[in-house]
């Protein structure tokens, strides 16, 4: 089920008003409405693959408890290596299989020996790489003695598949999640209010930046060769608020149904076109997959504890694994190597942190020189983001090519759509800034101006969504 | 919780009477199809896909029948996904039909595409294409706002309708059902254009058969229409090229045959006796210069042939 469906639109009120109103009383039994309700929501996409949550969930649950009731490290090591296994042998057969096989054929073939290609095509389950990380972060806590097992299924199946975060995150920690499951949720009108404005906002995100973006940018990776410079220029720009738009909505989306249902998930993006570099554009991007990653690959490898080339090996092995984390394509690899070529320079002289708090946070507007620092960062991850983009690595490096040229000059060819789409993006990054102190960008915006002003700006916002959304449009993260 | 979900309700209120006031104002420019579920039932119709949708102006044909016919016709044709002879394009039409006591006529436009399916069982109307689209889909016909199509199927964002309302465009649907459209006349691009379409109707034509069961479908629908007026079948001219591959749509029939035999058995006119001196668009659809001209001439036929 997609946020942005009638489907959603009808189920949310009914798990919203049964939560409240007849489960409230027993936790257990809200846990369990939660994990029905999580249930059906996944099964709507498909219900076929409920089964490989159920199953992963399972297989957690049983190994995390022999986990803590271990005493015997080779035992504990077996149960974790157990875990680690499943899931990622279910993520790599459903995600990486196809993509192993091609790569293999092709190099064999490369070497002047015959191999026929051979594929599964197998069908990728939604969230797969959502969930099993999130029930991985579980045993590996409990390994490490950070974090009891629970003996409650229901409420850890329900952690699992919790259905605001089921399929696109942001990737919950046990630590964070699962004890909200044991604690009586309570209803909280400013809490309420405060998600039902995240999910506004998450809505505009998605449906009228991303999804409108999304128009011009598929003519433009489409078909580049036929487009100028100046068109394709446009259409990587506004890649870049797409994805934003598409990812950082649906985290806003998700994170405001689980206020709703009294629940406080992690913040996923936090305002990351206004990086000053690199390094802090990944504090502030998919936040929930880069401390994953941090915390479970990057501190395990000596993080940067070893030796200089100990340091840089890690850097780089994190950044290709979560370049290949989004997809089995060879793209990714290289967005992630990207990432990786940028980050580096930082590192090795020290920079890498210099830019830890909010942008102008005393300020209305960026110096020249942080203004600079926003638009040479955005450049760069814009450039990266059209090897995300494209099919292959020769659309890429040819669109990429197409953008060096004298057409960069030329009046691009566009609709006045397209002009209506650029003063969208314009509003919103106005917006972006004007909030970027707070969780998302209306959260507090104009507490302090008359009540007409600020539910004028709600309803402003209500109506760019009915206007400008188009046809149920699928997340980009679905794919991954 | 009360005050939350007292305070969302009221608040919801503003947007929601907003969207209906746009909606509201949608006047056939946005969406090709929309006006035609919001008009009144009306007294005689014309039927047919897109060709017929943009080809025939009923507003011609009621103009130079005016004296021969009291009904007004009006054009209710969509495409040759939504409207091919079937259960559901005859149970619209039903719907979108009016009681009426004077004369009128209904025109019927037939061509192979429109009693053939690309369907494995062409004779299986459970299985017909269109039963998954609008056609079938829209059972109120006449209601203005039409929400479940604008939910459902209008394709475009809804701002489209205050733009298309700022903006001049190039599209409209006619208060008579007539579906104005405007294309630039530069003959390298028709040209480009007709060799799409050729190019395009080849490939389409690989998946398409003849069915029997839309062939009796049509003869209900003449026969539905028959006990209310008079009733013409039409054949519309398409490009000399278009009309080649048309022709090869139907290889186990003889298609002039099996018009023949509705004209016998029905007792009804079949009017295919035009010259094609007419310019299209793409091969398939007249221009609008064209669609005046071809309109006036069947006009005429009518008229004539009632005379």
Redesign the interface.
């Known amino acids: 089920m997609l946020f942005n469906s009638?489907e959603f639109l009808l189920f949310f009120p009914v798990v919203f008003l049964l939560y409240?109103f007849v489960f409230q009383r027993n936790l257990k039994a809200q846990n369990a409405f939660i994990l029905v309700a999580s249930y059906v929501f996944y099964s709507w996409w498909d219900w076929r693959f409920l089964g490989l949550i159920a199953f992963s969930s399972l297989v957690d649950y049983i190994c995390g408890l022999k986990i803590g009731s271990e005493e015997d490290t080779f035992k504990r090591k077996v149960y974790l290596g157990i875990s680690l296994g499943v899931n990622l042998g279910l993520l790599g057969f459903f995600k990486y299989f196809d993509f192993f096989i091609d790569s293999t054929v092709q190099m064999i073939n490369t070497m002047g020996f015959q191999a026929n290609p051979y594929s599964l095509q197998l069908i990728l389950p939604v969230g797969i790489s959502f969930y099993t990380f999130q029930t991985m972060s579980y045993t590996i806590d409990i390994y490490r003695r950070k974090f009891e097992p629970t003996k409650d299924i229901i409420a850890f199946f329900a952690y699992v598949s919790f259905f605001p975060q089921l399929v696109a995150g942001p990737i919950e920690r046990a630590s964070n999640l699962l004890p909200q499951f044991f604690k009586q949720r309570i209803?909280y009108?400013t809490k309420?209010?405060d998600g039902?404005r995240q999910i506004l906002w998450g809505f505009f995100m998605k449906l009228v930046i991303a999804d409108?973006c999304a128009v011009f940018v598929n003519q433009a990776f489409n078909n580049p060769e036929s487009q100028p410079a100046s068109n394709l220029l446009i259409g990587a720009v506004f890649f870049s608020f797409q994805i934003y738009g598409d990812f950082g909505g649906y985290s806003n989306i998700a994170i405001g149904t689980g206020k709703l249902l009294g629940f406080n998930l992690m913040q996923n993006f936090a305002f990351p076109y206004f990086s000053r570099d690199i390094a802090e554009f990944w504090r502030r991007w998919h936040i929930s997959l880069s401390t994953w990653f941090r915390d479970y690959v990057y501190i395990p490898l000596g993080g940067s504890k070893g030796s200089k080339y100990q340091s840089l090996r890690n850097i780089f092995i994190i950044f290709l694994v979560s370049g290949f984390w989004h997809g089995a394509n060879w793209t990714f690899i290289i967005w992630g190597g990207i990432h990786a070529a940028l980050f580096i320079p930082l590192y090795l002289f020290g920079k890498n942190r210099i830019n830890i708090g909010i942008v102008s946070q005393n300020k209305a507007f960026p110096s020249f020189y942080e203004l600079g620092q926003i638009l040479v960062t955005f450049s760069l991850v814009t450039l990266g983001w059209i090897f995300f983009r494209s099919p292959d690595l020769s659309a890429a490096v040819g669109y990429t090519q197409g953008l060096f040229d004298m057409s960069i000059f030329q009046m691009p060819q566009m609709d006045?759509?397209v002009y209506?789409f650029m003063i969208l993006v314009m509003v919103f990054i106005v917006l972006e800034w004007g909030g970027r102190r707070e969780e998302f960008a209306i959260q507090k915006m104009a507490f302090h101006k008359p009540v007409i002003i600020r539910?004028g700006l709600?309803?402003g916002l209500?109506?760019a969504v009915?206007?400008?959304?188009?046809?149920e449009q699928e997340f980009i993260y679905f794919q991954f | 919780?009360n005050?939350?979900l007292a305070?969302?309700l009221i608040?919801s209120f503003?947007?929601v009477v907003?969207?209906y006031g746009?909606f509201l104002l949608e006047n056939g420019t946005a969406d090709p199809f929309y006006q035609r579920f919001t008009t009144p039932k009306q007294e005689a119709l014309i039927l047919g896909n897109s060709k017929v949708a943009q080809g025939i102006i009923p507003s011609i044909l009621n103009e130079e029948l005016k004296g021969i016919y009291d009904g007004k016709l009006y054009n209710y044709s969509f495409t040759v996904y939504n409207s091919p002879y079937g259960p559901a394009y005859l149970e619209s039409v039903k719907k979108k039909l009016a009681d009426f006591e004077g004369k009128r006529c209904f025109i019927i436009a037939i061509d192979p595409w429109s009693i053939s399916s690309d369907i494995n069982d062409p004779n299986n109307p459970d299985k017909f294409e269109e039963n998954l689209l609008f056609i079938s889909d829209i059972e109120e016909v006449t209601e203005k706002p039409n929400l479940k199509y604008l939910?459902k199927w209008f394709?475009?964002?809804?701002?489209e309708i205050?733009?298309m309302r700022i903006?001049e465009n190039q599209s409209k649907i006619h208060e008579d059902g007539w579906y104005e459209t405007r294309q630039p006349l530069d003959e390298t691009i028709q040209n480009e254009r007709i060799a799409f379409m050729v190019n395009y109707y080849e490939k389409y034509l690989l998946k398409y058969s003849f069915s029997r069961k839309r062939l009796s479908y049509l003869e209900e629908t003449i026969s539905f229409l028959k006990s209310k007026g008079d009733v013409f079948l039409v054949r519309l001219p398409v490009h000399n090229e278009i009309l080649a591959i048309e022709n090869r749509v139907i290889e186990e029939e003889d298609f002039n045959e099996l018009m023949g035999n509705l004209i016998n058995k029905f007792n009804v006119t079949f009017l295919n006796n035009f010259q094609n001196r007419y310019n299209f668009y793409d091969g398939v659809h007249l221009d609008i210069e064209s669609a005046k001209a071809y309109s006036q001439e069947l006009a005429n036929q009518i008229s004539n042939f009632t005379e």
């Open positions: 009638f409240w209803f009108y309420a209010m039902m409108n006045i759509r209506l539910y709600y309803y209500v109506m009915f206007l400008f959304a188009r046809k | 919780m005050r939350f305070k969302l608040f503003f947007p907003t969207l746009v939910f394709i475009k964002s809804y701002y205050i733009l903006k």
